[in-house]
């Protein structure tokens, strides 16, 4: 079974940094596709990165692209996703996705891990 674990959520001020944590357990992930997604009050969810375990390819979200990078730990199951110049409207739940890379939709989620950024 797969779990996912999100940490490193936190408040912060606008301009600054946050680095969060998805630990992976319950499968060899070398042929997962893991994503970040978050969700702000009384919007819907939305994808925010994505990386292939396997090759290591990133996609990102018009929104982060050039102030967040996705990676990988591969030996710790780990996937980071580091905030940089965060922006208030960046105040969200983030969440934590898994699929097999083979898949369109994310069956796996962490239980996510609030980030919020004041002005």
């Known amino acids: 079974q797969v779990q996912l674990v999100e940490s490193g959520g936190g408040l912060v001020q606008a301009g600054g940094s946050l680095r969060l944590s998805c630990a992976a357990s319950?499968?060899?992930?070398?042929?997962?596709?893991m994503g970040w997604f978050r969700q702000a009050p009384g919007k819907e969810r939305e994808f925010v990165a994505t990386?292939?375990?396997?090759?290591?390819?990133?996609s990102y979200a018009n929104s982060v692209k050039g102030r967040f990078t996705i990676s990988s730990a591969n030996a710790k199951n780990t996937v980071y996703l580091q905030m940089n110049s965060l922006k208030p409207e960046d105040t969200a739940v983030y969440y934590c996705a898994a699929r097999r890379n083979f898949m369109d939709n994310f069956p796996y989620w962490g239980q996510g891990t609030q980030v919020t950024v004041s002005s």
């Open positions: 319950g499968r060899t992930f070398s042929s997962y596709v």
């Open positions: 990386i292939n375990w396997s090759n290591g390819a990133t």
